[in-house]
Structures are given as structure tokens and as C-alpha cells.
């Protein structure tokens, strides 16, 4: 039990932020693009960055293929490691917090996800390996 709690509590502080992110990116679009310039990336990436911050999460909580929720997890480390390492780059290592933050998020959620879904997926531990690791 205490698996799927950590699943489904550790999954919506994880998409919320990207949920978040992705209003930010269409409501203030203009300043999203010259903060995006600051950390030298071309703003070009952020209509990119939009889909993708919308489509990972939808796919993580609704899980409506397997594969393609491993996929959306995969993209979510991605981002967020390469979003630390760009703070860092940028000599501005607190704006990487949130993305370590993310990081461990992203973990709990991955490695209890089998705990409380009812497909189990291929890449992620199963239940009983998960709960033997919270006793």
C-alpha cells in the first residue's frame, strides 16, 4: 500500500511542474524565449518544448500504452537532466533544483510504478521487489 501512494503521489508532483511549465511556455512565450537564450539554446526549441511538456505527462498518468509511458519516462529524465546540466552551464546552479527535485520524483514514480498499475511494465520492478524495499 505504501507503494502506491508513493506511486501516485511522487507521479503528480512530477507532471504537475511540466503541466505548469508548458502554461508558462504558451502564456508568457516572449520571456520564456530570451530566458531559453540565456541558458544558449535557440529559441526555436520552445514550441518543441511545449508538445513535449504536455505529451510525457499525459502519456505517464494515462497509461493507455506501455511502451509509450516508458518512453514518456525516458523523455522526462532527459529533459530534466539535461535542464540541470544547462544551469549549471550557466553558472546559475539553484535553477537546477528543481530539476534534481524532478529527478527524484521521476524514481519514486518509475520504480513503484508496477506496485499500482494493473499492466506491469518491462522495465520497472515488479510490486514485490518494490515492497520489500519500504519494509
Known amino acids: 500500500m505504501t507503494a502506491i501512494y508513493t506511486y501516485w503521489i511522487s507521479t503528480a508532483f512530477l507532471c504537475l511542474p511540466f503541466f505548469i511549465s508548458a502554461f508558462l511556455y504558451l502564456s508568457k ?4 524565449r530570451l530566458e531559453i537564450a540565456k541558458l544558449g539554446y535557440p529559441a526555436y526549441l520552445v514550441p518543441f518544448l511545449i ?3 504536455i505529451a510525457a505527462p ?3 498518468l494515462s497509461r493507455f500504452n ?3 509511458s516508458e518512453l514518456a519516462y525516458a523523455g522526462m529524465f532527459y529533459h530534466l ?3 540541470a546540466l544547462a544551469h549549471v552551464g550557466a553558472r546559475k546552479p539553484k535553477g537546477a533544483l528543481p530539476a534534481f527535485i524532478g529527478l527524484l520524483l ?6 513503484t510504478q508496477n506496485a499500482a498499475r494493473d499492466v506491469p511494465a ?3 520492478p515488479t510490486a514485490p521487489a518494490v515492497l520489500s524495499t519500504f519494509k
Open 51 to 53: 508538445i513535449v511538456k
Open 66 to 68: 506501455v511502451a509509450l
Open 29 to 32: 512565450s516572449d520571456w520564456v
Open 122 to 124: 518491462a522495465y520497472a
Open 81 to 83: 537532466v539535461l535542464a
Open 58 to 60: 499525459v502519456a505517464v
Open 106 to 111: 521521476l524514481s519514486a514514480s518509475f520504480l
